[in-house]
């Protein structure tokens, strides 16, 4: 088993100079230059939408960046992210990163891949916050200071190598998981268009106009069996209706209370579901004075301003919360309009800007009763509703198992960074056996 070393942070460096910004440049004549923005908090770089300046080669040559350098932000933190992030370039750039930026080269007899891991595990345990300098709203790193820290790593480089090359796996295993959960979101994307405009059979299968009929109506081409319709008529024929929250002369600040009646405001409406995490309260004998504006299971609440796309269902636990000031309450009739089909079409049609265009109000757009229950769209049968809506959610249950795969492998990834980087769990019976 080899031995487990102390030393300097700054003893793993062959060099440490800061980027060059240097003067404007193109990209056909300029050098690439990386910057905060092109690092990812996993320890990678994002190569898109690089920089391109002027740089004297004399001062190019000192700092560029190629396989191996680790890169250290200097600036640029917030309150919610600490300076002092750490990526690693896995290729021959051949450009240089900015003057915010740290360009190191790691000393011989150390796995440069493995420093890297040890700095992110640094960063991520919250050794840097103790370094952080506030001036001018500007968070900035303290490097000189940093670098003092001591750390424990093990003395064989073969070692630090098979550590890194264990990380390094873990790490494309959730590289390719991401990849395929975008893929799934496209696709997603894609279908969720597909069946809000041109529907699924009773056998499963999506129309199209080489398969099934189809006509002409003020959105385009549509299945023959919908309607075109709006909430306004639909609401005439079967019941069902739309209203406000209460006005703010009906409700006020003192009256909220850390326990009592759940009130939905616009923040809280969030992913199609509503955040219940921070959420206003009112008394239960307030809440009666405001009956009509309570929820029932199925409802739908709206978001009266701001982004306008924020709707959500009222999940059975939410009956007797109330609709806020901000909000509009939407019940459905139930032989006609599904609920999660219904703000399915609802956001359809408010990427597609007839809701958006319709929006009064000169700095933030406002929804009101009127326009939502003019708009015009295209409706299915109830039973081909449902049949939607069953696509859609075996399509999230499937990203919501990746989801779930992508979180436990970057808990794994997690632990094995804190057994691996401290010396709680060592490697050297994997270098034995080869």
Same mark, same amino acid.
């Given at each position: ?28 004549? @300029?050098?690439?230059? &990386? ?38 932000? %200097?600036?640029? @933190? ?6 002092? #992030? ?8 051949? @450009? ?55 750390? @424990?790593?093990?003395? +064989? ?17 959730? *590289? ?18 597909? /069946? ?18 189809? %006509? ?34 009906? &409700? ?15 923040? +809280? ?16 004998? %307030? ?12 409802? &739908? ?13 009222? %999940? ?11 909000? &509009? ?52 049968? /109830? *039973? ?18 990746? #989801? ?11 632990? /094995? ?18």
């Amino acid at each position: 088993m080899s031995e487990w070393q102390k030393t300097q942070i700054k003893s793993l460096f062959a060099s440490s100079l800061p980027g060059e910004w240097g003067k404007e440049g193109t990209p056909e004549n @300029g050098t690439p230059v &990386l910057r905060s923005t092109n690092f990812r908090n996993d320890g990678s770089i994002d190569f898109s939408d690089i920089a391109y300046r002027t740089i004297e080669p004399a001062r190019l040559t000192k700092r560029l960046v190629v396989y191996g350098t680790v890169l250290i932000e %200097k600036s640029g @933190g917030s309150p919610t992210q600490a300076a002092g #992030r750490i990526v690693f370039c896995d290729r021959d750039f051949g @450009g240089t990163a900015s003057n915010f930026i740290e360009v190191v080269n790691i000393r011989k007899g150390f796995h440069p891949k493995y420093i890297a891991y040890l700095l992110l595990y640094l960063y991520q345990s919250g050794l840097v916050l103790k370094y952080q300098q506030q001036t001018t709203g500007i968070i900035n790193f303290k490097l000189n200071q940093y670098i003092e820290e001591p750390v @424990g790593l093990p003395s +064989d480089e073969l070692e630090q190598a098979k550590i890194a090359e264990i990380l390094a796996a873990i790490d494309r295993v959730i *590289e390719r998981t991401e990849e395929l959960i975008a893929k799934h979101e496209r696709i997603k994307s894609g279908l969720t268009q597909a /069946l809000l405009t041109r529907g699924i059979d009773e056998h499963g299968n999506l129309r199209s106009e080489s398969t099934h009929a189809f %006509k002409d109506s003020q959105l385009g081409r549509i299945p023959q069996s919908w309607s075109q319709t709006s909430f306004g008529k639909v609401f005439a024929e079967y019941g069902g209706h739309v209203q406000t929250g209460p006005f703010g002369s009906q &409700l006020h600040s003192y009256e909220y209370l850390a326990e009592g009646i759940p009130v939905v405001m616009p923040q +809280d409406i969030i992913l199609g579901s509503i955040n219940t995490s921070d959420i206003a309260r009112i008394s239960n004998f %307030k809440a009666k004075t405001l009956a009509r504006h309570r929820m029932l299971p199925g409802d &739908l609440i709206f978001a009266r301003r701001g982004d306008l796309s924020k709707c959500a269902v009222a %999940k059975p636990e939410y009956e007797g919360w109330l609709c806020g000031t901000g909000c &509009l309450l939407m019940r459905l009739p139930s032989r006609a309009l599904s609920p999660r089909w219904t703000t399915e079409i609802y956001r359809f049609h408010t990427t597609q800007r007839q809701v958006s265009i319709q929006a009064v109000g000169s700095t933030m757009p406002n929804l009101n009763t009127e326009i939502l229950q003019s708009l015009i769209f295209a409706r299915p049968t /109830l *039973e081909e509703q449902l049949r939607i809506e069953d696509k859609l959610s075996r399509m999230e249950d499937h990203e919501e198992l990746m #989801r779930g795969l992508l979180s436990k492998l970057g808990n794994l990834k997690t632990g /094995l960074m804190h057994d691996l980087l401290t010396g709680r769990k060592r490697v050297t019976t994997l270098l034995e056996i080869e």
